[in-house]
């Protein structure tokens, strides 16, 4: 059967600093399991990486915890581990392959940058977080949803 995602929002914060940004990412850490699948949505420079940053770190990481542009997969050593991926460079779906995110996708959790980019190829993402940057880059509007599914035509 066929299944709808709705979303639903759980959080939304305006902030004007990365330590906010941080503490936002602290604070997800604490709502994901092992097996979520995160979008992370944003210009280049809205905080993709600085929430990702706050969420390792609460999850216990003291590394350096650096975007995944030029890597395209950081792996982190936590309980789950975290897979850090970023999209902006790939333009093709035959490029996800060697990324293989579906590898420890149950155990872990999966952070996508720029996870609008071939959004249908990756996989289904079970959060969604939303960075809006005022045009000043001043202010950081965040809006964090989590999919409800229902049973199409139900």
């Known amino acids: 059967m066929e299944q709808d995602v709705r979303w639903e929002e759980v959080r939304r914060e305006a902030n004007h600093a990365a330590e906010q940004t941080t ?14 699948a995160v979008a992370l949505i944003g210009t280049l420079g809205a905080g993709k990486t600085t ?14 915890v650096r975007s995944p542009s030029f890597t395209l997969v950081n792996i982190y050593p936590t309980d789950p581990e975290v897979r850090h991926v970023d999209l902006y460079r790939l333009n093709e779906s035959s490029e996800l392959i ?33 960075i809006h940057v005022d045009d000043l880059g001043e202010e950081r509007v965040i809006v964090v949803e989590r999919s409800i599914k229902s049973d199409a035509g139900v």
Do not use: F, H, S
Request: proline share 2%.
């Open 23 to 36: 503490a936002l990412g602290a604070w997800l850490a604490t709502q994901l399991d092992a097996g979520d």
């Open 51 to 64: 929430l990702v940053r706050g969420l390792v770190q609460a999850m216990g990481y003291r590394g350096r």
């Open 98 to 130: 060697a990324l293989d995110l579906d590898e420890g996708a149950e155990e872990g959790i999966l952070l996508v940058e720029w996870a609008d980019r071939l959004a249908a190829d990756w996989g289904e993402p079970n959060w969604r977080v939303t």
